[in-house]
């Protein structure tokens, strides 16, 4: 990560941001709908890369944690009379708080072990949601949910959610270039060296965790936001695979890498997946390119094209 | 309160016999991904999706002939070519992947999913298929004044059959302890001359036979449709995760602990049945979370 924007990047995200506003003005509503989705996704491989690409942890399952914060929001709005916000805090804080829990549990161990304990606690959850048919709806979920009047409609929802995303990513970018980010990379590199310089090793990888649960959490929320409804899918860990793939096709050593590989996938299952119902295939026949031709992932490839001396936030080779 | 009446003696052991019999196949499905994590350390998310390919096979072959001597074919075939789509993959694509980076092979495993529940999508639709059992194997016969079906006794049989089988291969034949050597020290084994890769190519090809072997028994109990892959993969993970990664012996209790609690689970709470087995796997991974029986890792 460099120090400084360059002027190029400021004015190139300012265009960026500048189209972001004006396209739903111009593009039919289902691209609208499309967007949004892409950036409810993109955000939560963000906060997947977090502790992936930058904490170096195998989880596994993160998707437990997206479906805790979207299912909270949802079952506040319509089985209480709880304010929006209310539901729209608690929904954060539900996922952080299971993380924080399950994180607690994982943090002791490492690598499969740290990944396999995680896939059986979320499937935990998971089976809970998809059996618990007075509360959650079991395997139909819940559908229909409302929200307030002013960001029903799909342009209001997408502002409403472009906001937030914005606002999440600057939060991230600050949390990865702060010590405490840098202090993460380091355990990632090295554990053994950072634990004998006297940083506590599981505490910053439980931290992480919880920051990125949270972020995971923010993501269900706004993805109620779009879809007004929840199922048990959103904590299926086919879910978790996906979104750990996002991370890895858009380039999990970069900061961006992960929008980019959610706005692939999305894209990929929704305009692909009206040609063809076999878009799965397609999907696979691209990982297998991936992993033989651009092992780092497309913006990993492009940002070593632009800057061949320097590796940005790459590990180092391992 | 039905539940109570339930709770005979015969009512549990009737219970216990259904939790074996699922163990069964849990077993023989979770063997071959445990020799496949031994030997290549690579957690083979493909694996449900052969264990499908199975099944689909065995629909396939055993309606093509029909009859008894149909599902005895389909059950002996199913396997083979199971395993011979393990060695196209193998062979084609997986073996030059070998020196890159761990989570890369992972991933490559799960690419081979997508392509592979597709192509079953593709080759036999989203229906749902069934299979007869051989007519002697089907109906009840009483055990302790309670029906049991005649083709989970068969299952009962059959896992302590691949059970020994596996045990002897891996203990008493030249390939099965080349497959264990490599699967401690890959290097020394290329050193002493041996190919590693295609010991590798070998493992891989088993574990997957072993997948389509317990799809093809899986077949005649459930309803064989798109979707078992996932289904099954996950358990199939925690059951070699609790057990132990990469003992064979590991996958037995761990299948048997998953049958289990889930039969249990059944008797005493079947809306909540599913997560039985979730928290057992829980409860052994917090408390010994390298598994139960020791690692080849």
Redesign the interface.
């Given at each position: 990560m460099r120090d400084s924007f360059s002027l190029k990047t400021i004015g190139f995200l300012a265009a960026i941001f500048a189209l972001v506003l004006v396209l739903p003005l111009v593009i039919p509503r289902f691209y609208t709908y499309t967007l949004a989705l892409i950036y409810v996704m993109a955000l939560l491989a963000m906060s997947l890369n977090l502790v992936v690409g930058h904490g170096g942890l195998f989880q596994f399952h993160h998707a437990a944690f997206y479906g805790v914060g979207a299912y909270t929001f949802a079952l506040i709005l319509t089985k209480t009379a709880m304010p929006f916000w209310i539901a729209f805090v608690a929904g954060p804080l539900a996922a952080g708080l299971t993380g924080c829990l399950i994180g607690g549990?994982c943090v002791?161990?490492t690598t499969?072990?740290f990944g396999?304990?995680q896939?059986?606690?979320g499937?935990?959850i998971w089976?809970?949601v998809?059996?618990?048919?007075s509360l959650t709806g079991g395997d139909d979920g819940i559908h229909g949910i409302d929200m307030p009047s002013c960001i029903s409609s799909t342009n209001a929802s997408y502002y409403f959610i472009l906001v937030i995303f914005t606002l999440c990513l600057i939060i991230l970018y600050l949390i990865l270039k702060s010590p405490f980010g840098i202090t993460l990379r380091a355990i990632r590199d090295n554990p053994e060296r950072c634990e004998t310089v006297g940083i506590n090793v599981n505490l910053h990888k439980l931290a992480a965790i919880v920051i990125s649960t949270l972020f995971a959490g923010i993501a269900g929320v706004l993805f109620v936001v779009v879809e007004r409804s929840v199922f048990p899918d959103l904590l299926?860990?086919?879910l978790s695979?996906e979104v750990f793939?996002m991370c890895?096709l858009g380039g999990w050593f970069t900061f961006s890498g992960p929008i980019l590989g959610a706005a692939i996938i999305v894209s990929l299952r929704t305009f692909v997946g009206t040609y063809t119902?076999?878009w799965?295939?397609i999907?696979?026949?691209i990982?297998?390119l991936l992993?033989?031709f651009l092992?780092e992932g497309v913006m990993g490839f492009l940002a070593q094209k632009a800057r061949p001396h320097e590796r940005g936030l790459t590990a180092g080779e391992? | 309160m039905e539940i109570i009446g339930d709770l005979t003696f015969a009512g549990l052991a009737s219970h216990l016999l259904v939790g074996l019999s699922r163990a069964m196949i849990l077993f023989i499905v979770t063997s071959g991904l445990s020799f496949v994590l031994g030997v290549l350390r690579v957690p083979n998310i493909a694996h449900g999706s052969l264990y499908m390919i199975g099944a689909f096979v065995a629909f396939s072959i055993s309606h093509a002939i029909g009859g008894n001597t149909g599902f005895w074919v389909a059950l002996l075939l199913s396997p083979v070519v199971v395993g011979l789509v393990a060695l196209i993959a193998e062979r084609s694509l997986f073996c030059h992947l070998y020196e890159r980076e761990h989570l890369m092979l992972l991933l490559f495993t799960f690419a081979l999913m997508l392509i592979l529940g597709d192509l079953v999508k593709m080759f036999w639709g989203a229906d749902y298929r069934s299979i007869m059992a051989p007519k002697y194997l089907r109906g009840s016969i009483n055990i302790f004044d309670s029906p049991f079906p005649k083709y989970n006794l068969f299952l009962l049989v059959i896992g302590p059959i691949v059970a020994v089988l596996l045990w002897l291969f891996s203990n008493k034949t030249k390939m099965g302890k080349i497959a264990r050597a490599a699967a401690v020290d890959r290097e020394m084994v290329g050193a002493i001359g041996i190919n590693v890769s295609w010991v590798f190519a070998f493992a891989f090809v088993l574990g997957c036979l072993l997948a389509g072997l317990g799809g093809a028994l899986v077949s005649p109990t459930v309803s064989v449709t798109l979707g078992m892959d996932h289904d099954i993969i996950m358990e199939a993970f925690l059951i070699v995760t609790i057990g132990g990664l990469g003992n064979m012996w590991g996958a037995l209790v761990g299948s048997l602990l998953f049958g289990i609690t889930q039969s249990f689970g059944v008797l005493f709470w079947p809306q909540f049945a599913i997560v039985f087995p979730y928290l057992a796997v829980v409860i052994v991974l917090i408390w010994k979370p390298t598994g139960m029986l020791k690692s080849v890792w």
């Open positions: 549990f002791r161990l499969l072990y396999m304990l896939i059986a606690l499937s935990l089976a809970i998809f059996r618990w048919y299926f860990w086919i695979l793939i890895l119902e076999y799965t295939l999907l696979g026949v990982l297998i992993i033989f092992p391992k | -």
